[in-house]
């Protein structure tokens, strides 16, 4: 599962050809269930670009007591679409990233939104599997 969301959060750097995503992102957000919600004090993402490949170097988010870290990973960028693998799993244009994909190993959707505003980013993912508790969590990155 943090392999397909590293894939997804891979994809989302692939509008460095229109703004430049690359580099450490680091902040704050917020993370919450139907039960449970958590001040994110530590989010952080190394991103780099070469060619039409993105990679994430490192990522880790601290929510609480929770923490996610992810493996690297690359996704290839073919014209404004995302892939993982042949899989294509968002879109993206100047203005920011779309990702909606279902992972087929644990059947976990992911919906992640990356907005460049500026000198930051605006992070919004939600996660969920049928019959389970929906994870949404938010933050501003900043270089």
């Known amino acids: ?4 969301l590293m894939a997804f959060l891979a994809c989302f750097v692939s509008s460095a050809a229109l703004a430049d995503y690359s580099g450490n ?7 919450q269930t139907q039960e449970w919600q958590s001040r994110c004090d530590s989010m952080g993402f190394q991103i780099t670009h070469e060619n039409n ?8 988010v601290q929510c609480g007591g929770n923490e996610m870290n992810w493996d690297p ?5 073919i014209g404004k679409s995302l892939y993982y693998g042949i899989i294509r799993v968002g ?3 100047e203005n920011g990233v779309h990702i909606d994909a279902v992972d087929p190993r644990d059947g976990i959707r992911y919906i992640v939104d990356v907005v460049r505003n500026g000198r930051h980013l605006v992070y919004r993912e939600s ?3 049928r019959g389970a508790q929906q994870l949404a ?6 270089k």
């Open 1 to 4: 599962m943090a392999k397909l």
């Open 25 to 31: 992102w680091r902040g704050a957000g917020r993370a």
């Open 137 to 142: 969590m938010e933050g501003v990155l900043y």
């Open 127 to 129: 996660r969920w599997r």
């Open 53 to 60: 490949r993105f990679s994430i170097i490192s990522g880790r």
């Open 91 to 93: 879109t993206y244009d």
């Open 73 to 77: 990973i690359s996704a290839r960028i």
